[in-house]
Nanobody, 127 residues
Framework: QVQLAESGGGLVQAGGSLRLSCAAS????????MGWFRQAPGKEREFVTA????????YYADSVKGRFTISRDNAKNTVYLQMNSLKPEDTAVYYC????????????????????WGQGTQVTVSS
């Protein structure tokens, strides 16, 4: 069992930056692919980005490419999401998730592929 806890959300003006953190419990964190999803009011939860457990390959939704950066520190059991040039449309609850059975190639972008979820952290971007 893995428990995930996000932090770092808040209110920021458009153009600003935030860094989210996701701390994981458990000794198998380093073998899980990790992802970030978000859910805006009235919308379905959507994939934002993910990072492979081996090799560190990263994947991004087109809407955040070039502005967001995912990284992980396996020694600290933590994954990060650096968000720059934030826009009002980035306003959402952000969730981190862990895939305990990652694919051999590529990475999962569908939320049902992820086995563990955090409680989420609110990010609000004002115009």
């Amino acid at each position: 069992q893995v428990q995930l806890a996000e932090s770092g959300g808040g209110l920021v003006q458009a153009g600003g930056s935030l860094r989210l953190s996701c701390a994981a419990s458990g000794r198998t964190f380093s073998s899980y692919d990790m992802g970030w999803f978000r859910q805006a009011p009235g919308k379905e939860r959507e994939f934002v980005t993910a990072i492979r457990w081996i090799g560190g390959s990263t994947y991004y939704a087109d809407s955040v490419k070039g502005r967001f950066t995912i990284s992980r520190d396996n020694a600290k059991n933590t994954v990060y999401l650096q968000m720059n040039s934030l826009k009002p449309e980035d306003t959402a609850v952000y969730y981190c998730a862990a895939d305990r059975d990652p694919p051999l190639v590529g990475i999962a972008t569908m939320e049902y592929k992820y086995d563990y979820w955090g409680q989420g952290t609110q990010v609000t971007v004002s115009s």
